[in-house]
């Protein structure tokens, strides 16, 4: 039975690379202690699972946020400061912008908290906790169910178990599918609502080389952009307010100066959106051979039509 791959919204990535040799991979964080922190222990990480994800502790988890629903952000002070990528910032730069003070082009920086911009809609978003709920999700499914039964069992069940496990408290949470369907995992998140812009680099640093260079290594680009999450005085997410406090994050991120080395291990820790690490051959042959050069082939033809508009 075919059925919708729903990939990963959450996980972390590492890249080793020493003696001409490269292991990589991508998981989920809840899943590091039992799969694989030796490994990567032994290619020279410093941090515990429990370091990286945990629930019963202040961990890296925490300081690490879904901003603005599609980019990842990372808390580097104990004021709620947060570093993102310049094109994750850029709606809210240029929602600043105007002819006669154009943030895009000449940058912006707050000196001090009064001048920092607020910015309606923009949210950061916290991981509480990821939980396997596979089982309470596939309970009242049956083999002999059609598709259609089978999706509204599931999302019967989804919709219920979300509900339930935030009730009475200002958490959200959503359930998605892994692998095929055959695994379910609840993120129960704390959504902060007031962000707002502290500074950002001209484009002309923050974009330079523009998308490509955002996918290519090595990079040019300053592709960086400086928001600051904002809360009640009780610490607790709240809609914009002049009288709300910068954010006191469970972790702060360290910041390092003293540079990498050849050999030293790399990790990544965010959203990715999707991954297609686990393609099959014959999925990569069609992308290959058959989806790309249809997509290539009606771009071109596009592009063709607005060059002679």
């Given at each position: 039975?075919?059925?919708?791959?729903?990939?990963?919204?959450?996980?972390?990535?590492?890249?080793?690379?020493?003696?001409?040799?490269?292991?990589?991979?991508m998981w989920l964080?809840?899943?590091?202690?039992?799969?694989?922190?030796?490994?990567?222990?032994?290619?020279?990480?410093?941090l515990s699972a429990?370091?990286?994800?945990?629930?019963?502790?202040?961990?890296?988890?925490?300081?690490?946020?879904?901003?603005?629903?599609?980019?990842?952000?990372?808390?580097?002070?104990?004021?709620?400061?947060?570093?993102?990528?310049?094109?994750?910032?850029?709606?809210?730069?240029?929602?600043?912008?105007?002819?006669?003070?154009?943030?895009?082009?000449?940058?912006?920086?707050?000196?001090?908290?009064?001048?920092?911009?607020s910015n309606p809609?923009?949210?950061?978003?916290?991981?509480?906790?990821?939980?396997?709920?596979?089982?309470?999700?596939?309970?009242?499914?049956?083999?002999?169910?059609?598709?259609?039964?089978?999706?509204?069992?599931?999302?019967?069940?989804?919709?219920?178990?979300?509900?339930?496990?935030?009730?009475?408290?200002?958490?959200?949470?959503?359930?998605?599918?892994?692998?095929?369907?055959?695994?379910?995992?609840?993120?129960?998140?704390?959504?902060?609502?007031?962000?707002?812009?502290?500074?950002?680099?001209?484009?002309?640093?923050?974009?330079?080389?523009?998308?490509?260079?955002?996918?290519?290594?090595?990079?040019?680009?300053?592709?960086?952009?400086?928001?600051?999450?904002?809360?009640?005085?009780?610490?607790?997410?709240?809609?914009?307010?002049?009288?709300?406090?910068?954010?006191?994050?469970?972790?702060?991120?360290?910041?390092?100066?003293?540079?990498?080395?050849?050999?030293?291990?790399?990790?990544?820790?965010?959203?990715?959106?999707?991954?297609?690490?686990?393609?099959?051959?014959?999925?990569?042959?069609?992308?290959?051979?058959?989806?790309?050069?249809?997509?290539?082939?009606?771009?071109?033809?596009?592009?063709?039509?607005?060059?002679?508009?």
């Open positions: 039975m075919l059925r919708k791959i729903t990939l990963s919204l959450v996980a972390l990535q590492f890249v080793f690379s020493a003696f001409l040799k490269a292991d990589e991979g964080p809840l899943f590091l202690k039992s799969l694989n922190e030796a490994d990567m222990q032994s290619k020279g990480l410093k429990e370091d990286i994800y945990s629930i019963n502790k202040s961990s890296l988890k925490d300081g690490i946020v879904h901003f603005g629903g599609g980019c990842t952000g990372e808390i580097v002070s104990d004021q709620g400061l947060l570093f993102t990528n310049h094109h994750c910032g850029y709606g809210q730069i240029q929602s600043h912008s105007t002819v006669e003070n154009d943030l895009l082009t000449n940058g912006f920086w707050a000196k001090s908290k009064e001048e920092e911009l809609g923009l949210t950061a978003t916290f991981i509480v906790r990821i939980e396997d709920v596979t089982a309470k999700v596939l309970a009242g499914v049956a083999d002999n169910m059609s598709d259609a039964d089978r999706d509204k069992k599931i999302n019967e069940a989804i919709a219920a178990i979300t509900k339930e496990s935030v009730k009475d408290t200002h958490y959200g949470a959503y359930i998605r599918p892994f692998f095929n369907g055959n695994e379910y995992y609840m993120f129960v998140t704390e959504t902060f609502k007031d962000v707002r812009l502290v500074g950002a680099p001209p484009s002309s640093i923050g974009k330079f080389g523009g998308d490509t260079d955002n996918w290519m290594w090595p990079r040019h680009t300053g592709d960086f952009s400086i928001f600051r999450i904002y809360a009640n005085k009780d610490n607790k997410p709240a809609e914009y307010s002049k009288d709300n406090v910068p954010y006191k994050p469970k972790y702060v991120i360290p910041i390092s100066l003293k540079g990498a080395e050849q050999g030293d291990f790399t990790m990544v820790y965010g959203f990715p959106g999707r991954t297609t690490e686990y393609l099959s051959s014959f999925a990569v042959d069609m992308i290959m051979n058959v989806s790309d050069p249809a997509k290539v082939k009606i771009r071109e033809t596009k592009l063709a039509i607005w060059d002679k508009g």
